[in-house]
């Protein structure tokens, strides 16, 4: 019996591989398996190899394997591109119309299933894919009722028969497969897991629902890749607690409308990826020189420019740090992990209020559209806090005096007020201005107004400004890294335990303000600092650099073809990296 | 019963003596009063410019943005809350040149807003430059030769953009301006009002002589029904787009916001924030 | 000469088999060889969009840019280079929602540039939301309950923007955009060519069924004037924007290029960079 | 004797005070004098207090003085405003209408002239500036010629008989003063000048000049202050070479529309200031990518956001290099005189078709705005290099098979041919693509492309990244700056100098790629690195910080109030920071 298994379904686009992918996890999902989804795909509708990888474990993981147990293939093409993956003894399933091959001689066991033929005699060939899990899943021997439950599910909406059809094909496909197996895989037999259901979700969802909880009840926003589901589930969900969607003319009108919104007291957010997010700049600068709280969500993607729309890669960081003409408070959450999107996104609001300055949410692709397996929401956990929000009633205004908005405190932040209120009339500019909004030239108020709003960010607290695993008091190495690659460093991390090399690990969940004093002690512990990052210029260790120093012993592991490292890719450069000495690190 | 002294405040507008927003700002005040508003019912949300100096002279809440967004912020501000009257105002490069993209699709959308463009064909506040509104011939700053584009002609784009509302009026007609953004402030949708507002430092062409030779006003046209779209667009295009008075209006077309599945009549910034638990565990378990 | 074979490159489209943007390359294609350009005269700049691939889909200089952008980047290129074909390109997304306010100002410029719209009233690429274009009522992911948004009218846009040439086409009738590009590219100012180009995979109203039953063609109004911009206007109202052919020429407006003073007929491009020592202390003079 | 003096002249916007300055100087130049102006002005078009200031030397200047000689006031405001800057004993020339007083007994002179009386005898209050002028210009007791051959410039279009008003108003100001005063006064007669006219012009001027001498034809723009006098100079100059400008709907327009023209071979420019070039950004990242040479002005002034349009600032800087998702190879310039906006331009434009990539030439309000002394600008220096841009005749291309726009080579930078060339047809995207521009997710070419365009920054060679002023082998301190700032600290360090305290100087013109091995050993050497700069969060300290290193020992002298610095002002608080521990330092 064996703990975790991959198992990955390849196709061309359209072809209903990630349908297939869905009941396939939904099943396992209700068996109680922990599960880590990864999809490969195209900026195209149609057409183009696309693949699903799903890791399935009895305890939670949060990376993608090295390697690969199961190939469900509906073409030539994705055995070419993926049988190298597969581990000795790996198997493939694939479509028996194509007269599947495995390239090279390998260890590797071919099922060929007549998917096509099966479903065509079922009526359609868009059955095919239910043959083929059908047969994967038969291999794994796991029990068929969730799997029908998955299916039916899916189909419900099409129909009894349809369904019928499909739990036929799957039926069919097991039944083929296990003539030619002689019956489920020994070797693929996953232990019993706890059996309890898990949540199964990408982190846009967890973000949307955090929204949601967090009481967003705005979004207006602009479709784009990785970003559009979270208006997507928003759209679907906002209605019943009177708020709503827009779909913009673009995103300089998504990100203004939040702004508008959140000025006159909702809580409103935006999201979008790299092309989304440069257009938004001069907005960013509008509401943290006029404190107005906003949220926009980042989910990064392969750039520059349109680069590499479905692919991962962190290279946002200093644009979203940094991105804005002249200086404002702004502050740069990066949930780490699916649990942290959901709870992050409330802090989001909350910080967005509390301190009256955008909040950038962002993410990376897999960590956006990764599905996965997730602890149990805690709904006690979902606190709203407005800040400085005054809602009861207020003092009359003397005749020809504003409400002080920008009024000069201790913290920096001032009393706010929502437009309708009597008693708070006030005016608001992006113009440096006065307590009371207007505009002002005036030296001195100057610079006491970019005091108090820069000030701001000397009193952020978040929780767990940083994820830190540092059992070593002067670890061989301290690996950093923030978004979706946390799970990924500690398989390597393990392996790195095994070489007898000591790690500690620090994932970075606050970009902006930098956590300095938390980290600080931790660089100064570790022999050697490595960074691994999905971009090409090591934008994480320029922020430690710039904050904490000690750049003589900070490295970089670097990794930007659009692919998610592996946990191998991870343990390799980190041995490499030990045995150069300080000096040659940089 | 708030009067026009309510909506005044007292900081002395920047404008050149002459300028043909002190009266648009005037206009604007009186017609908040005379629809029965209270200062704090009422959000003014401006663009960048000499004319979006405009929301911090008006005793209101009040938004001046970035240039070319008075319309996304007065959106965002209509959909959080409903209840207050949202009027949002501009130059003419604010709200046709860098907001273009923004004013079709507002007026595409017709949320419950008034829209008011002070058009002076020209950019003041970065000393004179060409506008979209700017006329073929003109010379700016930055057309020393004359300008050789199209004048832009917001009144046919706002109709084909969808416009329930479209009016326009002149900076010396006080009545005229105050009886229009009244009207445009009861419309129930999107109410588009483009005001000559002369520029007396820069615009040596288009000043309060040349309007008041070249206006006409739809009331001289004896059968004029401004209900029509086609008699609308007809009118503007065989006038050149120098008629004033309110040329189109559809009373039929319901308000975006009253079309919005399940978007309550009271204003959502006033609705909790909340969700219950119940609610919270339905919403979990689509994902189990 | 150049034949329409070699207008094409051994690319295969990524579009979805039956994607309606297959015939708008083929009939491109045809019209660049039809005029008789060669594949070096010609540059076509496209936005970002299912439809925006299309510029790597023909044999002749091709510049795929960023969303909503493709005719800033065309006028560049004219401006650069005015012996050039420039033909922009994109969806109807790309250009009447994140580009409206480029278009509007593209069509009041009047450089000779086509603009082809592929309007699907869909967003294809990102998978199925609503665009300016969608009708009332649409449902789609992001309008679950159907949009509520007055659908956009490119035609009376086009018009009231000053277009000195509008034409609208569909898909499947090859030979009228084939015929229509011809024309757009021979008129000498900007040419607006809005296409119903049917997605098939997530726009399942405007079908080519769709479109077969609800347009009409100028050609089967017997007196229709096309010089009449009040006519087009009427013509366009009337029929809700579902009309084709050639909507509105106007050949007297010469195009921007040749109105800009000093711009010469031979290609900026191809002129000297240097100045000369005389001028240069001239010029310097300007400032002792 | 003397060999400098400062004069200033203040009233309310729209009366008069730019043309009053523009004849007093243009006639100070044509005597040899060396000047550097001033312009106090604010966000409006007529009213609110402006002046302008202009120092007058005998020797080269770069900075405005600490105090004021002569204030010509039109007003009782302006007086109020600025007579504590009047040094002991220094004068004021003041309109008798408004019966001006000084507000605290002090030690200065008041001659109180009748100018709007004397206008008016004359036809019009409009000749109350020359009155003025006259008035100040007799208390220097210099030649009334020069002046009244201004005047005649200025005027000369209204027709001779409004000149000859103006320089009857000019002589009797000056017979007005003169019998007031006895004379010029004695303490206020300048050394004679080198009798040389220079040239005398504002930055934007300077860089206008230059991109037109740099070949720029084509300059799409949008109106922002302080970059509108770049677009208004090219728009009179331009038709005579065939090119133009256009001013277009927004900046993103703009930017693309310049991205359009360089594609096309045409050199391009755009400029803008903070918010123009927030809105930028995607477009930037458009030419970092598809490796489209493109330049772009930043005439920085006070932000965040609209913040201080009128007002000093440098607060782009990071925003600049680091203000584009995803990754791409970028250069920013930051020219440091007048001299270096004109040489820089065309440099700009050189770096942009050498390296094949946007090129950011960035200055600041005061650079931008400030009239001053330039010495003569070198034809010769005005070299065109347009990198590796292919314009012969071109092989003829396979069937099917397209020009290698982008093909892999040494330097990163490839091939580049126009639309239009036969034999040059290839396809340029901002997605991810191979070396003839079609799309590709191909993870293999996806890292050689990223490398081959960030790997071109390595190869970037650029005329003087620093300017280098280190006669010390280890000064106390070493001060570094950027944009305008040169001239006044060099002035605070003759200060120093005084009182013992040896400091080196560097000013930064490359800020991207940075030159850090230029600068690291002056660095190293010194015991204090003080960056003085005008914003609020120590940009340039950062920059060395992360690129250089040596966090321990930087500091900041920081002013982000909306006015420049004065040389007494870095003065005393290099002192400070010289006298504190350096680990007190940050
Ligand atoms: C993004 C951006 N670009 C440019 C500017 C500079 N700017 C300020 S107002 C303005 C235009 C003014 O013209 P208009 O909108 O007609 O208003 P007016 O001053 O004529 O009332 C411009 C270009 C800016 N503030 N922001
Ligand atoms: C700035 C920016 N925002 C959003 C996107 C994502 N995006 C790509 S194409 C597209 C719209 C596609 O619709 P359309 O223009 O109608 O083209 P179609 O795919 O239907 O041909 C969007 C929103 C992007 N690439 N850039
Ligand atoms: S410049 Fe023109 S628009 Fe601006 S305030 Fe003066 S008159 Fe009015
Ligand atoms: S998704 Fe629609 S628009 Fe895109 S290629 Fe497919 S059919 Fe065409
Ligand atoms: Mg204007
Ligand atoms: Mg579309």
């Known amino acids: 019996m064996i703990s975790q298994l991959s198992w990955k379904i390849g196709g061309q686009q359209g072809e209903?591989?990630?349908?297939?992918?869905?009941?396939?996890?939904?099943?396992?999902?209700?068996?109680?398996?922990?599960?880590?989804?990864?999809?490969?795909?195209?900026?195209?509708?149609?057409?183009?190899?696309?693949?699903?990888?799903?890791?399935?474990?009895?305890?939670?993981?949060?990376?993608?394997?090295?390697?690969?147990?199961?190939?469900?293939?509906?073409?030539?093409?994705?055995?070419?591109?993926n049988y190298r993956e597969l581990r000795k003894g790996g198997v493939i399933v694939a479509d028996a119309k194509f007269s599947p091959t495995v390239p090279e001689p390998s260890e590797l066991r071919l099922f060929s299933v007549p998917f096509t033929q099966i479903a065509d005699e079922l009526g359609t060939s868009l059955y095919k894919n239910m043959v083929a899990s059908g047969a994967s899943w038969a291999l794994l021997g796991l029990p068929i009722d969730v799997f029908n439950k998955a299916v039916e599910e899916e189909y419900g909406r099409k129909g009894q028969a349809v369904v019928q059809k499909n739990i036929e094909a799957v039926r069919l496909g097991a039944e083929f497969v296990i003539s030619l197996a002689g019956g489920p895989l020994p070797d693929f037999q996953l232990e019993p897991s706890d059996g309890k259901a898990k949540l199964f979700m990408i982190g846009n969802d967890a973000i949307a629902l955090g929204a949601l909880a967090g009481g967003c009840r705005f979004m207006p926003a602009y479709p784009i890749t990785p970003a559009s589901e979270i208006m997507e589930y928003l759209i679907k969900k906002l209605p019943k607690y009177g708020g709503t969607v827009i779909q913009t003319e673009d995103e300089i009108a998504a990100i203004n409308m939040a702004i508008g919104a959140n000025y006159a007291g909702v809580r409103a957010m935006t999201a979008s990826a790299g092309p989304g997010l440069s257009l938004m700049v001069e907005a960013i600068g509008l509401a943290g020189m006029t404190e107005t709280p906003v949220v926009i969500v980042d989910t990064q993607r392969g750039g520059p420019s349109t680069g590499l729309p479905t692919k991962q890669e962190q290279s946002d960081i200093f644009a979203l740090i940094y991105g804005t003409h002249g200086e404002i408070p702004k502050i740069v959450l990066a949930p780490s992990t699916i649990e942290e999107c959901f709870y992050d996104a409330i802090e989001a609001f909350n910080l967005s209020e509390q301190y009256q300055c955008p909040v950038i949410l962002v993410t990376d692709l897999q960590l956006s559209l990764g599905k996965q397996t997730a602890e149990e929401l805690d709904f006690k956990r979902t606190k709203i806090n407005r800040g400085k929000l005054q809602t009861g009633e207020l003092p009359t205004l003397e005749e020809n005096s504003l409400f002080k908005r920008y009024g000069f405190s201790e913290d920096g932040v001032s009393q706010r007020v929502i437009p309708g209120e009597k008693g708070g009339i006030h005016h608001v500019t992006g113009v440096e201005h006065d307590e009371v909004g207007r505009p002002s030239e005036n030296a001195l108020n100057r610079q006491k107004m970019m005091d108090k709003r820069l000030g701001k960010l000397n009193h952020v607290k978040v929780t767990n400004p940083i994820v830190v695993d540092a059992l070593h008091k002067a670890p061989d190495l301290l690996i950093v890294d923030m978004n979706s690659l946390g799970g990924t460093v500690d398989e390597a991390r393990g392996r790195l335990d095994i070489d007898g090399i000591t790690s500690n690990h620090i994932t970075v969940r606050l970009l902006h303000p930098f956590p300095t004093a938390e980290i600080a002690p931790y660089i100064a512990a570790a022999k050697k600092v490595v960074v691994v990052e999905n971009n090409a210029t090591g934008q994480l260790a320029n922020l430690l650099k710039l904050n904490v120093g000690h750049s003589d012993k900070i490295a970089n592991v670097l990794k930007y073809d659009g692919n998610p490292f592996l946990p191998h890719e991870i343990h390799s450069k980190c041995k490499e990296l030990h045995k150069q000495p300080v000096k040659e690190l940089v | 019963m708030a009067t026009v002294k309510d909506f005044r405040n007292n900081v002395k507008p920047n404008w050149c003596p002459g300028c043909g927003d002190f009266s648009v700002q005037a206009a604007i005040q009186r017609a908040c009063a005379s629809v029965g508003l209270e200062p704090e019912e009422v959000a003014v949300i401006s663009g960048i410019g000499c004319s979006g100096r405009i929301s911090g002279y008006i005793n209101a809440y009040g938004y001046h943005g970035v240039h070319g967004r008075s319309l996304p912020i007065a959106q965002g501000v209509k959909m959080a809350n409903r209840e207050l009257t949202v009027i949002a105002a501009g130059g003419d490069g604010d709200g046709f040149a860098i907001g273009m993209g923004h004013t079709v699709h507002a007026i595409r959308r017709n949320m419950d807003i008034t829209y008011i463009v002070m058009d002076n064909q020209i950019y003041g506040l970065t000393k004179g430059q060409t506008s979209p509104r700017s006329s073929v011939g003109f010379k700016t700053k930055s057309t020393p030769d004359g300008s050789v584009e199209t004048a832009l002609s917001p009144l046919e784009v706002a109709i084909s953009s969808g416009a329930t509302f479209v009016a326009q009026s002149f900076s010396s007609n006080i009545n005229q301006m105050t009886a229009i953004i009244e009207a445009a402030i009861r419309h129930k949708g999107f109410s588009f009002v483009n005001i000559f507002s002369p520029c007396v430092t820069f615009n040596k062409i288009n000043t309060y002589e040349w309007f008041k030779e070249h206006i006409v006003d739809v009331s001289e046209f004896g059968d004029y029904d401004n209900t029509s779209r086609i008699q609308a667009m007809t009118k503007i295009m065989e006038t050149e787009g120098m008629l004033t008075g309110i040329i189109y209006v559809n009373d039929s077309k319901p308000s975006y916001e009253s079309l919005v599945p399940g978007f309550k009549e009271e204003a959502l910034a006033k609705q909790s924030l909340e969700i219950s638990a119940e609610d919270f565990n339905k919403l979990v378990a689509d994902f189990r």
Chains 1, 4 share one sequence.
Do not use: C, M
């Open chain 1, 16 to 81: 209903g591989v990630e349908s297939t992918d869905r009941i396939f996890s939904t099943a396992l999902n209700r068996l109680g398996y922990y599960l880590y989804g990864y999809r490969h795909f195209s900026s195209r509708i149609k057409g183009g190899h696309t693949n699903n990888k799903i890791r399935i474990s009895t305890k939670p993981i949060r990376a993608i394997s090295d390697d690969l147990d199961i190939l469900v293939a509906f073409d030539q093409e994705t055995i070419d591109l």
